[in-house]
T-cell receptor, first 111, second 115 residues
Framework: TQLLEQSPQFLSIQEGENLTVYCNSS?????LQWYRQEPGEGPVLLVT?????EVKKLKRLTFQFGDARKDSSLHITAAQPGDTGLYLC???????????FGAGTILRVKS | EAGVTQSPTHLIKTRGQQVTLRCSPI?????VYWYQQALGLGLQFLLW???????NRGNFPPRFSGRQFPNYSSELNVNALELEDSALYLC??????????????FGSGTRLTVV
């Protein structure tokens, strides 16, 4: 079983639609990160959230960390084809100083 | 500023062979992390090197090993390749081990295919 469960696994939407991707766990984390990965490339860090209830915005992307620091969501407003990619959440594990990744959500935005 | 660079970009090996992958971190970064991204399995933590020492390793067999050089570049070695080793191998770096909580900078990866 994955420490971080992401949903949905795959999302195909039309340009201009809104969407939300979820990252859930039964564990509490000190920080959580979101990455976007395009085919043939490594993941690129989008945001880090550290405080329960924290909300961060990056243009049309809104990231929220759950109050209990066990879950997070990524909301995209008016999706564009350039948003297409694999979205990964990652939690920082203090023991071993490593990031643990969810399996990811594949987003496809059709024009 | 150059990012994390990995070589080669693609590699095809036969089962049972050995392979070495290379990673150069961002200048000033002392920590290097290796991850395996197999199809459908997400990123799995392999190894963490900091200041030339192996600091942590993931749940992988001993035939996965590596090292970090004095210039902080790193190698990942995989012996006795198996078909299931086919994956994208990603290297990431950070200023120091304690910076992991702030996120990594990843390279573009090495795509290894074992036939």
């Amino acid at each position: 079983t994955q420490l971080l469960e992401q949903s949905p696994q795959f999302l195909s939407i039309q340009e201009g639609e809104n969407l939300t991707v979820y990252c859930n766990s039964s564990s509490v984390f000190s920080s959580l990160q979101w990455y976007r990965q395009e085919p043939g490339e490594g993941p690129v860090l989008l945001v880090t959230v550290v405080t329960g209830g924290e909300v961060k915005k990056l243009k049309r992307l809104t990231f929220q960390f759950g109050d209990a620091r066990k879950d997070s969501s990524l909301h995209i407003t008016a999706a564009q084809p350039g948003d297409t990619g694999l979205y990964l959440c990652a939690a920082y594990m203090e023991y071993g100083n490593k990031l643990v990744f969810g399996a990811g959500t594949i987003l496809r935005v059709k024009s | 500023e150059a990012g994390v660079t990995q070589s080669p970009t693609h590699l095809i090996k036969t089962r049972g062979q050995q392979v070495t992958l290379r990673c150069s971190p961002i200048s000033g970064h002392t920590s290097v992390y290796w991850y395996q991204q197999a199809l459908g399995l997400g990123l799995q933590f392999l190894l963490w090197y900091d200041e030339g020492e192996e600091r942590n390793r993931g749940n992988f067999p001993p035939r996965f090993s590596g090292r970090q050089f004095p210039n902080y570049s790193s190698e990942l070695n995989v012996n006795a390749l198996e078909l299931e080793d086919s994956a994208l191998y990603l290297c990431a770096s950070s200023y120091s081990g304690t910076e992991s909580r702030s996120g990594y900078t990843f390279g573009s990866g090495t795509r290894l295919t074992v036939v």
